[in-house]
């Protein structure tokens, strides 16, 4: 039976986003209510800690340098060789208590990413290659996973509080959505889908927040296997590695009581699973 170790010990609030570079073999994820991303190197045990000074919901590689990020104050570029932050553009300036939350590249290059706030009507946003923001799907409780099919024809999306992944079909050429239907409802005990990522072979790997799980779906939806975590606020996963074959999970301790943070003493940490399957090398940014 496949097992989750203890990687990391970080202590993230809310840890989140994990992203894999290959060419530098290093591990990169976001602490959004400790307002930084980290960077770390599992073959030298070093790593770094970037200060942003806002929310940092989700980060992505750009192919010309740096990153691109979706923040408390719109979608944004980062510099990496001033640390500077560039505003590219707020699509929710003035909505209250807005933020960007998880987001990712798709095959063609443009980078997605969804809000959350607290009137339920949060959205999903494509920022496309000349730098045109795209608002793609309205009505939104709080915007989660994404990931695409091997054969990039479906998207995977994540409406946490609905407890729904749902599924739509996508044209790789305009970067259009349509026929969005339920994939997989996850039931309450089992706790909230959150942040996700598919592997070579088309499964979907889905962390439960509140659910002390990340749970592998085959393409119809069924759950091929469990990998039960010692935290119950696990928020999303990426392969990394030189293979691609290891399962990096982020996790969180915030809104954890004393009591279940004691419980919890690895709430917040790295998880690592070697999963015997292999990912896929995530997209970058070509705007």
Known sequence: MVQAEHFLSVQNQLGEGPLWHP??????????????????????G???????????????FRKSGGLVMGLRDGLAFWDQKTSNIEIIDNPEAGRLNSRFNDGKVDPRG???????????????????????VQTMETGIQISNGLGWSPDFKTMYYTDSPLRVICVYDFDL?????????????????????????????????????????????????????VIYLPVQRPTSCAFGGP???????????????????????????????????????EYDFLG
């Open 23 to 44: 060419e530098e073999e290093l591990l990169y994820w976001v602490d959004i209510e400790g307002e930084c991303f980290h960077r770390y190197s599992p073959e030298t």
């Open 46 to 60: 070093r790593g770094d800690t970037f200060q942003l000074g806002q929310p940092v919901g989700c980060l992505a």
């Open 110 to 132: 443009r980078f997605w990413a969804g809000t959350l706030g607290e009137d339920d009507q949060s959205c999903l946003y494509k920022l496309d290659l000349d730098g045109s």
């Open 173 to 225: 050429k305009s970067g259009s959505i349509n026929n969005r239907r339920d994939f997989v409802k996850v039931p309450p005990e089992d706790g909230f889908p959150d942040g996700l990522t598919v592997d070579s072979e088309g499964f979907i790997w889905s962390a439960h927040w509140d659910g002390w799980r990340v749970t592998r779906y085959d393409p119809d939806g069924k759950i091929e296997r």
């Open 243 to 281: 293979d691609l074959d290891q399962l990096f999970i982020t996790s969180a301790w915030t809104g954890l009581s004393e009591t279940e943070r004691q419980e919890q003493p690895l709430a917040g940490d790295l998880f690592l699973v070697h999963a015997e399957v292999k990912g896929r090398k």
